[in-house]
């Protein structure tokens, strides 16, 4: 399908990204900036306040997406939620900050990606499939994190984290089983489960978030581009 001609549409106004926000997350303004001028009445901005992957945030508002995005029925509907409730994302920052600084990184991302998965939050499984590349995680290990009891890829802590996030968000199903938690409490202190706890809370609001505004993933291709 074809994009609309840039010359048929006028270009939005594009912010000027900090230093500090190309270097957190660059694969998302070369890509966005390329397309800001095809894609009609989208609008891209930045903020100095970033959600659960960092530093500075990219909040990335729709105002309008082009037919290839309508064609899957995911219109945004808010246009800047963050704006909305800025206490709110402000908290939630608050605490990706002292998350960042209790737990490991690589472990992490991988319990955020993993919740993801199972909410089907695409914006999210890009942005935490794409900072795993950049940590040089095993490519392999992302593509079987979703099958990771069956593979010997992932350590006895790293599935202990696993099954706690699974447990946990999937809370409604199955509760919180001992099984989980006595596997949990084998591999971590009480004072590392109660911060795991926090960070699966943490990725369950931020997908629920970005799927219930239905906030859309950056273009196609930007993560491998990024990861090169």
Partial sequence: ????????????SWPSPSPDLLH??????DPLRTLAGVRRGTIFQHSSNRCHIGRTCLVIC?????????????????DNPSAV??????AMVALEQALAQAIDPELLELVKLRASQINGCAFCIYMHTSDLRKRGVDEMKLY???AWRD???????????????EALTRVADDGAPDDAYNALAEQFSEEERVQLTFAIGAINVWNRLQVGF???????GAAMRDAA
């Fill in 214 to 220: 239905h906030v859309a993933h950056p273009p196609r």
């Fill in 1 to 12: 399908m074809r994009l609309n001609s840039p010359t048929a549409t006028p270009s939005p």
């Fill in 144 to 146: 079987l994190l979703n």
């Fill in 24 to 29: 957190a997350f660059p694969s998302a303004f």
């Fill in 151 to 165: 593979s010997y890829l992932f350590s006895e802590r790293e599935r202990a984290a696993l099954a706690w996030t």
């Fill in 85 to 90: 409730f800025p206490a709110g994302f402000k």
């Fill in 62 to 78: 729709f105002e309008r997406l082009d037919a290839r995005y309508k064609e899957t029925d995911y219109d945004p509907r808010l």
